[in-house]
């Protein structure tokens, strides 16, 4: 009996050995350890044998089971590895298939308008000056000659800040860039003041309004403004400088009128207008028929505000402008609703 074990022992390690997949260990497994394998029926059969015989067979069927149990152990270890290697190396990294692209954002409009606005600018000598957007009633409105319960202010409805009472002077998101305009006047006059520098900055930024948003009002956009201040500028530098930035902006040939208007911190004042680059001056829906359309406000600097910046106004004297970098893309791609540049579809986005 214990030779026949031997045998049964051998002849499932040799048949083992020509094993190599999944299926054939299965089918190993039921004939050379299942219920009826020769081995099954030596435990199965140990109650015909004899008291003395019994304990050296039982033993013995013991060892081959657990010898067979850990070879097969081993060669489904060793075929899950071949089957492994065999995956890497047939089913190789094609380095031929397309990539897959990477989304490149870009600036949004209005800030690329913005950086156009600018670059004109830095080319005259002008640099860039960037104020917050929280500012003080103060900064905002009383330094600009817009007094306290002045109906100028009127022009410009305000979002104020909850920051307890603070009297005629309030918290408030800047409803314009203009308060960089004393910010860095009583910056340079500060540092030096006897003798307050030169000025010659544009103030690019977002400016807030407690506006009803419609396709024509929005309660953010852009403006870039400009300050220069100095000795002997007159009405002819501004005006000189605005047809310039124009035509560097607008075309080589396109033609500007300045307008008589009102703002409380320049005198005089005017609007620009240029001739509607969308049909030429001849009148279009665009410029309404009129052939022309207004693209910044502007003016001498008035005296009181160059007083508070710190600039002796019988000295000094500046001028100013503001634009709308957005209101300008609306002109030149025909926009018809402001909503769009603050809505985040991509659709529009992507289309600068
Ligand atoms: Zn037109």
Request: aromatic share 8%.
């Amino acid at each position: 009996m214990l030779d026949k074990l031997k045998e049964i022992e051998q002849s499932a390690l040799d048949a083992l050995k020509s094993v190599n997949d999944q299926a054939s260990l299965d089918a190993w497994r039921v004939a050379h350890l299942g219920r009826s394998s020769s081995l099954m029926q030596v435990f199965s059969g140990l109650g015909l044998l004899s008291k003395e015989e019994r304990p050296a067979v039982g033993q013995a069927a013991n060892k081959v089971k657990i010898a067979l149990e850990a070879a097969l152990a081993e060669r489904t270890e060793a075929v899950k590895a071949a089957a492994l290697a065999k995956s890497l190396e047939e089913e190789e990294l094609d380095v031929t298939l397309p990539g897959r692209g990477v989304r490149v954002g870009r600036l949004h409009p209005s800030t690329q308008q913005l950086r156009r606005v600018v670059e004109i600018f830095a080319e005259m000598g002008f640099q860039v000056y960037t104020s917050r957007e929280v500012e003080t009633d103060e900064i905002n409105y009383q330094a600009l000659n817009f007094p306290p319960h002045h109906p100028a202010r009127e022009l410009q409805d305000t979002l104020y800040i909850d920051a307890g009472e603070r009297g005629d002077n309030p918290i408030l998101l800047r409803t314009h860039t203009s308060p960089g305009q004393i910010r860095a006047m009583r910056e340079a006059s500060t540092e030096h003041p006897d003798d307050p520098p030169p000025i010659r900055i544009v103030l690019p930024g977002m400016c807030f309004r407690s506006e009803q948003i419609t396709a024509r009002s929005e309660v953010q956009f852009n403006q870039v403004e400009g300050l220069a201040v100095g000795e002997n500028i007159t009405f002819a530098d501004l005006k000189g400088s605005l047809s310039d930035f124009a035509r560097r902006m607008f075309g080589q040939n396109v033609r500007t009128r300045f307008r008589a208007s009102y703002f409380p911190f320049t005198e005089p004042s005017a609007e620009m207008d240029v001739e509607c680059f969308v049909c030429g001056g001849k009148g279009c829906a665009v410029c309404k028929q009129s052939g022309w359309l207004e693209i910044l406000g502007c003016g001498m600097v008035h005296p009181l505000v160059l007083e508070n910046g710190g600039y002796d106004p019988r000295r000094y004297t500046g001028y100013a402008f503001g634009m709308g970098p957005e209101r300008q893309l609306m002109l030149r791609y025909k926009i018809n609703d402001i909503r769009y540049f603050w809505g985040n579809d991509v659709r529009f986005l992507e289309q600068f």
